[in-house]
């Protein structure tokens, strides 16, 4: 039997490599491209999947995703792929089993007349797989590229472009939490919160791997400083919640009051929670909207208008001193009384602190937002020019207490209170060694 006859498609044959590069280059000579040439055979099979319209990129992998799933018996006849594929255009099916086929993904035996996966096809389909199941979630390419540097740890060889991936990963996030704090806006704050708290479970996951790695005795140079660098971007990004903590704690402090138990944020809450309908009927009777037509030229009205008013006589101005509006006598407004119990809590620990002592042994209490406000808290300590006399915190900051954060990075394991891990720390009276 014979391989079925199939319709050949198009291809350009005037598109060459050399062609991308200025004349004097030679592109075999790059090395950044070698690695890619080396590899022919791999960015060829991925180009045949993805090559062309999405409609026929879906139909080419789901064809090859079926054909894949036949574990016990991975030969198929062209009467099977028919019979499999009846719901595909026959001439679509031909073209595409052609475009698998041609780029050595899918294989023709002659001697038995069937189609078979070639291991650089499982390979590429494996691949595709595995980034399928991690899903579009927030933080899913942490764990896709965290996986993937597991399985290379696990085959006993780390890939550096892996580990470069999730540096960068790990950078971009850091950059976007910084910059969440530095704009001081309390909405966006808390969306980093939300957003690392997503990303904290891979983080996690991440900071077990790269442990395992940097203790890799085999790891080249280049390998091993970058997995050093992985690991303190996640230490970092691990301290990030109490950062949030103690900024959204000072936002709360400056809020504008307007009612009983109402505040500016509360509005801004409300605002964006509310549909661009009953936005525009909130706004109706209350907007006044200046005609713009669209024959006037900008710069020529303003010429005109700057004319007109030097021009007008001073006298026609109003000078007059409006006068002075009635006193209305200021009501008091009923506040929420605060609780203070947990700040007093920490001020009677820290206070009692004769010898130095490991942070993990006196910040962690409850759960995870009371151990994240009591190192908020902690941080404070030193900073008595920030606070005003008066303030319930004034009394810690004031403190003779010194913090020390683990200069390494080290992380120490927790299992209570809501935390599973936090960096290394000691609290000591000042003076003390």
């Known amino acids: 039997m014979s391989e079925p006859e199939v319709l050949m498609e198009d291809i350009s044959q005037d598109d060459t490599l050399s062609g991308y590069f200025r004349s004097d280059v030679i592109p075999e000579d790059l090395p950044m491209l070698f690695p890619l040439l080396q590899a022919k055979g791999s960015v060829e099979a991925f180009s045949a999947l993805f090559g062309g319209s999405p409609a026929g990129v879906l139909v080419r992998l789901m064809i090859l995703r079926e054909i894949g799933r036949r574990g016990e018996n991975p030969h198929w006849s062209p009467k099977e792929i028919s019979s499999m594929f009846f719901y595909v255009d026959e001439t679509k099916l031909g073209s595409a089993l052609l475009r698998l086929r041609s780029s050595g993904i899918l294989v023709w035996l002659p001697d038995i ?11 590429a389909l494996s691949a595709l797989s595995t980034m399928m199941n991690f899903g579009q979630e927030e933080g899913s390419e942490l764990g896709y ?43 966006r704050i808390k969306a980093a919160e939300k957003k690392l708290d997503s990303v904290w479970n891979w983080v996690e996951k991440a900071t077990e791997i790269m442990s395992i790695v940097t203790e890799n005795i085999d790891l080249d140079r280049g390998a091993h400083r970058l997995a050093q660098q992985i690991g303190r971007r996640q230490s970092k990004m691990l301290s990030m919640a109490s950062r949030f903590q103690s900024e959204l704690n000072l936002i709360e402090k400056n809020k504008v009051h307007i009612e009983r138990g109402l505040s500016s944020s509360d509005i801004q809450n409300w605002l964006q929670n509310q549909s661009p309908k009953d936005l525009a009927a909130l706004l109706e009777g209350n907007l006044v909207h200046t005609p713009s037509p669209g024959f006037v030229l900008s710069d020529i ?36 009384a605060f609780d203070f119990r947990a700040l007093k809590t920490l001020q009677s620990d820290l206070t009692g ?20 406000y009591r190192l908020s808290l902690i941080a404070l300590i030193g900073r008595a020019g920030d606070v005003a006399e008066g303030n319930p915190v004034k009394g810690l900051v004031d403190l003779p207490i010194d913090m020390e954060i683990s200069e390494t990075g080290e992380i120490v394991r927790i299992g209570r209170c809501g935390v599973g891990e936090m960096t290394a720390g000691l609290l000591k009276r000042k003076g003390e060694g």
Do not use: C, W
């Open 113 to 123: 007349s069937r189609y078979q996966m070639s291991p650089l096809g499982r390979m």
């Open 145 to 187: 590229i965290t996986s993937q540097i597991a399985a290379s740890q696990a085959m006993g060889e780390v890939n550096p472009e892996t580990l470069e991936h999730l540096l960068s990963r790990l950078s971009e996030l850091d950059d976007e939490f910084n910059r969440a704090i530095i704009s001081g806006s309390e909405s």
């Open 353 to 372: 602190l004769k010898e130095p002592k490991a942070l993990e042994d006196i910040v962690p209490m409850e759960s995870f937002g009371m151990t994240s």
């Open 301 to 336: 009205a303003v010429d005109i208008a700057e004319d007109i008013l030097e021009r007008r006589d001073i006298m026609e101005l109003d000078e007059s001193i409006p006068a002075v509006p009635l006193q209305v006598d200021a009501k008091d407004i009923e506040l929420d």
